[in-house]
């Protein structure tokens, strides 16, 4: 069965850090794009930051840039989340999704291009940032 | 890109067949996918490249739309159908972006 299952949140102060884990199985793991979503209480979906399958190219959202640190090892399958000087703003559930590739063949640009849509989730670790 | 939903809520009966809107602020071709989530749960894929259902997902489930404008159509409406719904664009990430959701709930 494909998983993936979260852990780490907890009630942190302003300033605070935290280390988010997402444990993977029942899929090739280090084949993968990785994302983390958070969706704060009562609020939409919201994307975090992504990593390439090898580690190499690495994506944040403006508002946590600078703070917030992913990365992965796919010895232990296994995604990271480091988030640093943490916001009341940032209370939120986090969620860790898998990115699959879809490869399309787009007729004005005369060829086929990858696209990359989260098609697995974990049920997500709540990160609470109150004093 | 900004992707807007609406209406925000839809209060709809179990029986009825309903239509959720979904507009980017420009062209994502098709690089559009819904998902749906219950209360306490985590979003589940529901629709991806604007109209191909993910595994499992019931045909009652349908989307469709390219360019700028999509919809999501449930037809016949069941009970485990009420839920919130968003969508979101992966065409041009980062960022990816998704709706503010419509909420599905019963009339």
């Known amino acids: 069965e494909v998983q993936l299952v979260e852990s780490g949140g907890g009630l942190v102060k302003p300033g605070g850090s935290l280390r988010l884990s997402c444990a993977a199985s029942g899929f090739s793991f280090s084949t993968y794009t990785m994302n983390w979503v958070r969706q704060a209480p009562g609020k939409g979906l919201e994307w975090v930051s992504s990593?390439?399958?090898?580690?190499?190219?690495?994506y944040y959202a403006d508002s946590v840039e600078g703070r917030f640190t992913i990365s992965r090892d796919n010895a232990e399958n296994s995604l990271y989340l480091q988030v640093n000087s943490l916001r009341a703003e940032d209370t939120a559930v986090y969620y860790c999704?898998?990115?699959?590739?879809?490869?399309?063949?787009?007729?004005?640009?005369?060829?086929?291009?990858?696209?990359?849509?989260?098609?697995?989730w974990g049920k997500g670790t709540t990160v609470t940032v109150s004093s | 890109i900004v992707m807007t939903q609406s209406p925000a809520t839809l209060s709809v009966s179990p029986g009825e067949t309903v239509t959720l809107s979904c507009r980017a602020s420009?062209?994502?071709?098709?690089?559009l996918a819904w998902y749906q989530q219950k209360p306490g749960q985590a979003p589940r894929l529901l629709i991806y490249r604007a109209s191909t259902r993910a595994a499992g997902v019931p045909a009652r489930f349908s989307g469709s739309g390219s360019g700028t404008e999509f919809t999501l159509t449930i037809s016949t409406l069941q009970s485990e159908d009420f839920a919130v719904y968003y969508c979101?664009?992966?065409?041009?990430?980062?960022?990816?972006?998704f709706g503010q959701g419509t909420k599905l709930e019963i009339k």
């Open positions: 979101q664009q992966y065409n041009n990430w980062p960022p990816y972006t």
């Open positions: 990593v390439s399958s090898s580690g190499s190219f690495i």
């Open positions: 999704a898998r990115a699959s590739e879809d490869i399309v063949f787009v007729p004005t640009a005369g060829g086929s291009y990858s696209y990359y849509y989260m098609d697995v």
């Open positions: 420009q062209s994502v071709i098709s690089n």
